[in-house]
């Protein structure tokens, strides 16, 4: 291409690249724009937060749901309270009666809106932490912690499942006053009855429950 030409086409293509858009064509593309990149990040913060594949399956689902239902019912009230001034409440109750399905929905409903949420078990939880003394462990306990403490929601379920050792409980207790200081937003699940909840939790946390949370029984019968 001789010169002549070359400056002819990159006189071109410096008019294409300049050509104005008309203004709704523009706003139509930042629209696809906008929807796509939050579209990604929905979806990147559902997958970091680790949920089951059965209870997530459920979720993405949306199957049809009786709102008369007490499920329902509870359901609506609990995604109705989060997000605003950080709430620690315990579903609790007979096995089967959908209590994960009501924290995982949550989880959906958190991270649709763009903020992070993780889902984990006690046991879990506890085997984190105690993963990270190991001398070749890549975090920190307080680094393990800290990845608890700081999504939006954290849902942790079966807390009956641990040993209740003064270690246990020490950890247990900084993690969730943490979070009620943060003003954020937890879920707990057991089969344990309410009275056997507050045992397992201890005062101090039940008290900090009862701000707008609390020990909420689910006592309609299982869905299994």
């Known amino acids: 291409m001789n ?13 294409l690249r300049c050509a104005v858009v008309p203004d709704d064509e523009a706003d139509a593309r930042r629209q696809r724009w906008a929807t796509a990149s939050a579209d990604a990040t929905t979806e ?5 937060a680790e949920v089951p ?10 199957v049809p749901i009786d709102e008369t239902h007490p499920w329902a019912r509870e359901r609506s009230r609990i995604l109705g309270i989060l997000g605003k001034s950080g709430v620690t409440l315990c579903l609790t109750g007979t096995r089967g009666s959908g209590k994960t399905q009501i924290a995982v929905d949550a989880i959906r409903a958190v991270t649709a809106a763009g903020r ?3 889902f984990t078990t006690a046991q879990r939880f506890f085997i984190a932490l105690k993963a990270s003394y190991d001398g070749s462990a890549k975090r920190s306990e307080m680094q393990v912690l800290e990845s608890f403490r700081r999504p939006s929601l954290l849902v942790i379920d079966e807390i009956g499942n641990r040993s209740e050792s ?37 005062p101090s946390i039940v008290s900090r ?4 949370g609390g020990i909420i029984r689910c006592s309609w019968p299982s869905f299994r």
């Open 3 to 15: 010169h002549d030409a070359k400056a002819i086409t990159d006189e071109i293509s410096r008019r």
């Open 53 to 62: 594949r059965r209870h997530a399956e459920r979720a993405i689902a949306r």
């Open 166 to 202: 003064d270690w246990e409980n020490r950890t247990f207790f900084e993690l969730l006053d943490s979070r009620y200081g943060d003003m954020t937003d937890t879920i707990l699940t057991c089969n344990l009855e309410p009275q056997e909840v507050s045992a397992n939790l201890g």
């Open 44 to 48: 990147s913060l559902w997958q970091r």
């Open 116 to 118: 992070p949420a993780v």
């Open 209 to 212: 429950m009862s701000e707008g």
